[in-house]
Structures are given as C-alpha cells and as structure tokens.
C-alpha cells in the first residue's frame, strides 16, 4: 500500500474506511453481501492509491474512483437493460412452451407440434399491427391484456384452421 505524501498510514487508512462506508452500501447486487461489497471496495481503494498524485483531495479521489469501479462492476456483469433487452431478442423465447407453461387457454392444450413449426406458423400468418405485441411477448415483456387475447386468439385461430 503506498502511503501518500503528508499522510500516516493511520490517515490514508480512516480515509478508505470513512470512503467506503459512504459509498459501498450504496450499491446491491445479487449473491453479495454489503460486507462482502465493503471488503471489494476496501480492495480497490489500496489499489487505487498507486494512481494518487496529490493534486486533490484523497477523499475525493478515492470516492470517484471507487464510484467508476463500482459502476463497471454492474455494467460488465449485469450489463444495461437495453443490452439485456437486444440478447432475448437473438434468442427469443419458446413461444409453444410460454404459452403452456404460462397461460391457461384450454384451447392449446391439444396442440402437439414442434416448437420451430410452432413459431413458423405463427410468423407466416402475423399480420402488421400484432408484431410488436408477438415479438414483447415471446420475449417476456408485459403486454395488456387487450393485446394479449388479440394474440392468442389469433394463434388459436391458425391451428384451427390449419387443423
């Protein structure tokens, strides 16, 4: 740990630890705890202090960095919900099985067909004004209820046509 200029070891640490109270709690993530947060945080606040040029505050210093750290941590691990959003689009849902499994339309229940059959005969069919509504829901995006019997009732319109 380097100790910087005009500062006891004492000091540079009080500084981390008042830091990373201040900040640590602030974010949550899934599986961790805010000690195990505090800890992660504690680490990247020594290492930290090798960039440290004396030119402001190490309280203000330590807390952007830290800040920046924290943030990259959730982007790269959790990503934006935009991102999160753009890969269920690459790979959409099992439209058979959300139907099955979520919603109980008597209807479906005789359906036996494969799930790229399924799909298929759906996309084939689907007019203009229901591709937004089909393309939320097989990405399990919430969608009114309005628009969601208007979905359903056309897919249970195909296979009874189709037999």
Not at 8 to 30: G, H, M, Q, W
Not at 92 to 107: G, K, Q, V
């Amino acid at each position: 740990m380097r100790i910087p200029k005009n500062m006891s070891k004492e000091d540079t640490v009080n500084t981390i630890t008042l830091v990373v109270e201040r900040i640590a709690p602030k974010y949550t993530f899934p599986n961790f705890d805010v000690d195990d947060i505090k800890q992660e945080a504690f680490i990247i606040c020594i290492e930290a202090l090798e960039r440290y040029d004396n030119k402001r505050s190490l309280e203000n210093f330590l807390s952007a960095n830290l800040s920046n750290r924290l943030k990259n941590f959730v982007r790269d691990r959790y990503g934006h919900a935009k991102d999160i959003e753009r890969k269920k689009v690459s790979s959409p849902a099992s439209l058979s099985d959300i139907i099955a499994n979520t919603y109980s339309y008597e209807e479906f229940n005789d359906i036996n067909i494969d799930n790229k059959e399924f799909m298929r005969r759906v996309e084939d069919k689907l007019p203009a004004n229901l591709r937004e509504s089909y393309l939320k829901f097989i990405n399990g995006v919430k969608i009114s209820k309005t628009k969601k019997t208007k979905l359903l009732t056309f897919i249970k319109d195909i296979f009874n046509e189709e037999g």
